[in-house]
């Protein structure tokens, strides 16, 4: 994570009760070699009031990247954006461009973001996940 929050040009928001989210987070930090994103549980104290555009709701529903001028990409925009703006990624940007990439990774990641909890319950609660 970076270091200084101030320096940080965006913020990715995410379900810090999620074991899957959190391992994804853990390799964001690894890959942010230039500290460009500050990474933040959407039930860190003050993001309601820090990000007020970004219903709780929307919180627990998928990630969350609020970049320069609070712009803010939801879901698979939001792992798409992440892809653009971290250079060890920035090669698989193009994917994006191909005819249907965005809808099936928009239905691919929502997917995920539903059955997030049970993909991961062998982590957490000792049963096989299936």
């Known amino acids: 994570m970076p270091e200084?929050?101030?320096?940080?040009?965006?913020?990715v928001?995410?379900?810090?009760e999620c074991p899957l989210c959190t391992r994804a987070v853990s390799r964001?930090?690894?890959w942010d070699k230039d500290g460009r994103l500050e990474l933040l549980a959407a039930q860190s104290p003050g993001v309601s009031s820090r990000f007020p555009w970004v219903?709780?709701?929307a919180l627990r529903g998928s990630i969350h990247l609020v970049g320069p001028?609070?712009?803010?990409?939801e879901g698979a925009g939001a792992v798409e954006e992440l892809v653009r703006i971290l250079p060890k990624w920035r090669?698989?940007?193009w994917v994006f461009r191909l005819?249907?990439?965005?809808?099936?990774?928009?239905?691919?990641?929502?997917?995920?973001?539903?059955?997030?909890?049970?993909?991961?319950c062998k982590d957490?609660?000792?049963l096989d996940g299936a």
């Open 28 to 30: 964001l930090a690894a």
């Open 124 to 126: 957490h609660c000792g």
């Open 99 to 120: 005819p249907l990439a965005r809808p099936l990774a928009r239905l691919a990641y929502r997917w995920i973001a539903r059955n997030r909890y049970r993909l991961t």
């Open 69 to 73: 001028e609070n712009r803010t990409w």
């Open 91 to 93: 090669w698989l940007a």
């Open 13 to 16: 928001l995410y379900d810090g």
């Open 55 to 57: 219903s709780e709701e």
């Open 4 to 11: 200084d929050r101030a320096e940080a040009a965006y913020t």
